[in-house]
């Protein structure tokens, strides 16, 4: 009989080009998976068919290949998920339409679906082909603002393996202007909170500097929302780790995503790590909630 403990651990990493992939196959390698980039899909079916007690491995699928048929690779999904040895997760990389662009226009590469050598015009193509797969998708990361480091941190928060917990939690501060993270399971908001863009000396810092910190752990209403926020979430996190959940990721939100989500993600994670919980902080939009502020009509944070 096959134990969750005996069953390989096998990421299928896909998504647009220019998202990210080839970055989180890189980090999975750093955290001592097998990974292979890219094979036909008739191969990928046969890389998993070695003893239960082998590696993980991480495979990159991606629409680079003339013969690539998003809906066999969707179907090929659902089969290798039927393997009761494989404990399968698909990972999808996306970022917006003006992040790809000036990506490859940074790079000066050209786009693989571009048939008349238009970047968007490829973009446009894959992000069509690629549909079916980010549908079933189990953690779809969006990269438009998410810095190396941080899409490191989200992958290590995820399958990074430890024998101190089988709970790893990530903790995304985010603007509400720019929408909801996809891959949170619960979210908080913090807009109740003051808010620091309307100090000038506040404005231009961001939640990670001190006097953004203390300005909002003065709020009145901080310290009675902080505890039972906290109170809420430290019971439930063991409950967690017996119903076998691998990770959970918690999402803090304000307004523009650059000061008061941001303090408040940072304590929390700094608790829980301080608690033994292993925990990895992003913040999603702590460099562009300004500009995204104006964009929504002129508040931020």
């Known amino acids: 009989m096959t134990t969750e403990a005996s069953r390989r651990s096998v990421a299928l990493v896909t998504g647009l080009s220019g998202a990210g992939r080839s970055s989180v196959l ?108 980010e549908a079933i998708a189990d953690v779809v990361l969006d990269t438009s603002v998410m810095p190396l480091p941080e899409l490191r941190a989200a992958v290590e928060s995820r399958f990074a393996r430890t024998s101190e917990t089988t709970l790893w939690i990530g903790i995304v501060s985010f603007s509400y202007a720019r929408g909801l993270p996809r891959e949170a399971d619960l979210v908080f908001d913090v807009r109740f909170l003051r808010n620091p863009h309307y100090i000038p000396g506040l404005k ?31 019971p439930l996190l063991p409950r967690y780790v017996r119903e076998g959940k691998k990770y959970l990721t918690i999402a803090i939100g304000c307004t523009g995503g650059r000061h008061r ?11 829980l790590r301080e608690a033994g919980w292993r925990v990895a902080v992003a913040h999603r939009d702590i460099r562009s909630g300004s500009e995204t502020g104006a964009a929504a009509g002129g508040t931020a944070a």
Request: proline letters at 7%; a negative charge; glycine letters at 6%.
């Open 26 to 133: 890189r980090a999975l390698e750093d955290l001592g998976w097998e990974t292979v980039d890219n094979p036909p899909l008739g191969v990928v079916a046969t890389l998993l068919a070695q003893p239960d007690q082998a590696a993980p491995i991480a495979i990159g699928i991606d629409a680079r290949r003339p013969d690539f048929d998003a809906e066999a690779a969707a179907a090929l999904v659902e089969r290798v998920r039927g393997e009761p040895r494989l404990d399968v997760t698909v990972v999808f990389l996306t970022a917006d339409e003006e992040t790809l662009l000036r990506r490859y226009t940074e790079t000066r590469r050209r786009h693989p679906k571009a048939q008349t050598g238009s970047v968007l015009e490829g973009v446009q193509r894959e992000r069509a082909l690629l549909m079916p797969l």
């Open 204 to 234: 231009p810092l961001t939640g990670l500097d001190q006097p953004v910190v203390d300005y909002v752990a003065d709020d009145p209403d901080f310290a009675a929302f902080y505890g039972r926020m906290t109170g809420l979430l430290f």
């Open 261 to 271: 989500s941001v303090m408040v993600a940072t304590r929390l994670g700094a608790d």
